[in-house]
């Protein structure tokens, strides 16, 4: 991992022990979660981190490609608040930062988003379902799930997503989906 990482590494664990920014209370699971964020992914580009947390897995994405247009949003005014206070500290200027339900802010940001990233948010359908109204047509969700997840195709309420690929990482697996409009 480079500087950055190791210290976004550092805080997230510091500030893990104050809020529960995530699940992982170990330092090397908390590093493989990092890693784990570092997959294939385009170098620009407009992307939501669904349910960020403390920044994952968007925050290392972003840190290793710094031209992206990253937003954050979590329901949790604490863990926005934290991750706040981090990308202060690794000196990331104004990244957008949404604290609320995702549907508070899908009208302003509606078709707004070339990707979606998530981890940990939920079934994959109610998280496609709350990334929809934010991803432009055929925009990517990139979804961390258990470890030999197998995507299939979503459809739903006007919208459907095409099972496009499955990475596999040393947690997980993240399953790339891909928005078409209409129920087509």
Known sequence: MNHQLERYLLLLSTYRKKVNLTGTR???ELRSLIEDSLIPFPD???VLDLGTGGGLPGLPLLL???RLQMAFLDKSRKKM?????ILQQL???FPLLLTGEASRFSPDYACFFDGVVSRGMGETEFVLEQAAPFLKEGGRAWLWKPAGFVPEDVRGKGYSFLAEERL???LCSVAVYRKRGGEG
């Open 26 to 28: 170990d330092v090397e």
């Open 168 to 170: 596999d990482c040393s």
């Open 81 to 85: 608040n934290i991750l706040s206070l």
């Open 44 to 46: 620009e580009g407009r």
């Open 64 to 66: 290793v490609h710094p």
């Open 91 to 93: 000196d990331i200027p």
